[in-house]
């Protein structure tokens, strides 16, 4: 039997009586009284490795403790947690607040295909029979840019996608925002999301100091002066896909999932 929580190492637990006394001057809450449990949830390539970063620090800043993990691995002392499939089981979490992120469909297939000919990440690099027993990263390296980003639709659709289109957008303890909106008006979208996360005035103006050392923008031109070829952020456009999808992609895509654009906002029809 899975348990709800896990009891966090002695190292962690060192870390967080050090972090309960930076907290009594630095408490990020309006209300301390009622405050909840932080859940921000996210999808494959929709921002999770900056979300991370930014909530990383910010639990820093307030002496929070932040833990980026699968919902069974939760340690009961937790006040940040990110779960990067926004797959949870909501009855067996405590009260909480949280923020959900989505982004074009399209979009996270490209982002996808270009980040996986490359990642590191281990279930990319483990062979599978369907590939050939090859793993997915040296599969895809196999095909040319056509198919290559077939293969990444039928991947996603059951992945990301689909993760996605289950999503209870009704549900009033999640702000959900789009990628896309984000990477245009970041300060005023993470306002929001403190905000939303209970924080009073003078800890959301502390957070967006954060958010601007993490800008999207300041991180590519840091890896830019750095010289990373290869990183998680790539152009961030949104309708990067327009550039590379074909009509058979468009058809696939339609065929299988196309409901899901009109669902989630990014299209009113299928003449697209």
């Not at 929580?5 to 009586?17: D, G, K, N, S, W």
């Not at 000919?117 to 590939?131: C, D, M, S, V």
Request: net charge positive; charged share 30%; proline share 3%.
């Amino acid at each position: 039997m899975v348990q709800l929580f896990e009891v966090a190492p002695i190292q962690q637990q060192i870390q967080r009586l050090k972090q309960k006394f930076t907290k009594t001057w630095r408490n990020p809450f309006a209300n301390p009284r009622k405050q909840k449990l932080i859940i921000h949830c996210s999808h494959h390539k929709a921002g999770t490795v900056w979300f991370s970063n930014v909530l990383k620090e910010v639990a820093n800043q307030f002496g929070l403790q932040f833990q980026y993990c699968r919902q069974e691995k939760l340690y009961l002392t937790t006040e940040i947690f990110l779960e990067d499939h926004s797959c949870l089981d909501f009855e067996k979490l405590p009260p909480h607040r949280g923020s959900h992120i989505i982004r074009d469909p399209r979009d996270m297939i490209i982002s996808g295909y270009f980040y996986h000919l490359w990642t590191h990440e281990k279930w990319a690099n483990i062979p599978r029979q369907k590939y050939g027993d090859r793993s997915y990263k040296d599969y895809l390296n196999s095909l040319d840019l056509e198919a290559g980003i077939l293969a990444e639709i039928k991947r996603a659709i059951n992945g990301g996608i689909k993760e996605m289109s289950i999503w209870d957008y009704t549900d009033p303890n999640f702000i959900n925002i789009k990628y896309e909106d984000l990477v245009k008006n970041e300060r005023e979208i993470f306002s929001s999301i403190f905000r939303h996360y209970g924080f009073h005035e003078r800890a959301i103006a502390q957070s967006l100091e954060i958010v601007d050392y993490y800008s999207f923008k300041n991180v590519k031109k840091r890896e830019a002066k750095e010289n990373f070829k290869k990183s998680h952020l790539r152009s961030g456009r949104s309708g990067e896909w327009r550039e590379l999808f074909t009509d058979a992609h468009k058809a696939y895509f339609k065929e299988h999932c196309g409901d899901i654009l009109l669902k989630l906002g990014y299209e009113t029809n299928y003449d697209w």
